[in-house]
């Protein structure tokens, strides 16, 4: 997702892994696919990303651009 994270490259990181695994586990739920085919399946990747822009979108709503609000 482009702009600025409201957490560091760390915290993206350890979001874009979470939510790879969210999105692994949202395409058995909805799906109900057994496991995902594999590594270089291209359906792995799209759960993986997916699961990934869903959870960091949550988090930016969360979190909101509190870092750039200024009190005057």
Same mark, same amino acid.
């Given at each position: 997702m482009p702009g $600025?994270?409201? &957490?560091g490259i760390i915290i993206t990181m350890l979001i874009g892994v979470a939510g790879g695994l969210l999105g692994g586990w949202l395409g058995k739920v909805i799906f109900g696919v057994d496991s995902i085919d594999g590594f270089f399946d291209l359906s792995t990747w799209i759960a993986a990303i997916i699961g990934s822009v869903i959870l960091l979108a949550v988090y +930016?709503?969360?979190? &909101? =651009? $509190? +870092? =750039?609000?200024r009190h005057a």
């Amino acid at each position: 997702m482009p702009g $600025k994270d409201p &957490g560091g490259i760390i915290i993206t990181m350890l979001i874009g892994v979470a939510g790879g695994l969210l999105g692994g586990w949202l395409g058995k739920v909805i799906f109900g696919v057994d496991s995902i085919d594999g590594f270089f399946d291209l359906s792995t990747w799209i759960a993986a990303i997916i699961g990934s822009v869903i959870l960091l979108a949550v988090y +930016r709503l969360v979190t &909101g =651009n $509190k +870092r =750039n609000h200024r009190h005057a």
